[in-house]
């Protein structure tokens, strides 16, 4: 059974910093496209940014534009995790966030390419 399992979130205040982590089991996802995304209350739930791997064995990075410069995406394989780095933070980061999985190598940000999700962290910046 895969399972994604997010931690990290929690209370910070704004320009503050915080490190997401979504542990994998189940299956080895280190040649799959991972991705990050979050829901504020009220709002539907956004792409925040991914990670692929590339045939060229480098692994490729892209954010929306709102967390640009201050979120960064990474993984270890060796552990099975995705990580997401958030600095800077601001109010309206505030949200909860979900990991995701996709089995195909989408460069989408639509959520449905993903196939497994995690139950989501939630993650308050006070201003």
């Known amino acids: 059974q895969v399972q994604l399992v997010e931690s990290g979130g929690g209370l910070v205040q704004a320009g503050g910093s915080l490190r997401l982590s979504c542990a994998a089991s189940g299956r080895t996802f280190s040649r799959s496209v991972m991705g990050w995304f979050r829901q504020a209350p009220g709002k539907e739930r956004e792409f925040v940014g991914r990670i692929r791997w590339s045939r060229d064995s480098t692994y490729y990075t892209y954010y929306t534009d709102s967390v640009k410069g201050r979120f960064t995406i990474s993984r270890d394989n060796a552990k099975n995790t995705m990580y997401l780095q958030m600095n800077s933070l601001k109010p309206e980061d505030t949200a909860v966030y979900y990991c995701?999985?996709?089995?195909?190598?989408?460069?989408?940000?639509?959520?449905?390419?993903?196939?497994?999700w995690g139950q989501g962290t939630q993650v308050t910046v006070s201003s």
């Open positions: 995701a999985a996709s089995t195909i190598a989408t460069i989408s940000p639509s959520e449905d390419q993903y196939d497994y």
